[in-house]
Nanobody, 118 residues
Framework: QVQLVESGGGLVQTGGSLRLSCVAS????????MSWVRQAPGKGLEWISD????????SYTDSVKGRFTISRDNPKNTLYLQMNSLKPEDTAVYYC???????????RGQGTQVTVSS
């Protein structure tokens, strides 16, 4: 059974950092394109980053470029999102999901809440 479980969110001040984790089960993470998406209060889902299967290619939406870094640990079958220089507009529920920038699956997990205070 395919399952993705996110963790690592929390409350942080502007300029702070968090590292989100996404543990995958039921499939091998490295064989899939994987993305992080987020949903801010009252808004729709927003794609923010992906990492391509096999190789190390990554992409970011402009608003997080230079501040966020996506990575994965293949032996741990875990996806990460390192978030630095956080801003109040980064406040959202963050989800990991299969897919890449132009074609990602609607997340099914609980996500992890990130709140950035000003």
């Amino acid at each position: 059974q395919v399952q993705l479980v996110e963790s690592g969110g929390g409350l942080v001040q502007t300029g702070g950092s968090l590292r989100l984790s996404c543990v995958a089960s039921g499939f091998t993470l490295s064989t899939q394109d994987m993305s992080w998406v987020r949903q801010a209060p009252g808004k729709g889902l927003e794609w923010i980053s992906d990492i391509r299967s096999g190789g190390s290619g990554t992409s970011y939406t402009d608003s997080v470029k230079g501040r966020f870094t996506i990575s994965r640990d293949n032996p741990k079958n875990t996806l990460y999102l390192q978030m630095n220089s956080l801003k109040p507009e980064d406040t959202a529920v963050y989800y990991c999901t299969k897919g890449w920038r132009a074609n990602w699956y609607r997340p099914r997990g609980q996500g992890t809440q990130v709140t950035v205070s000003s």
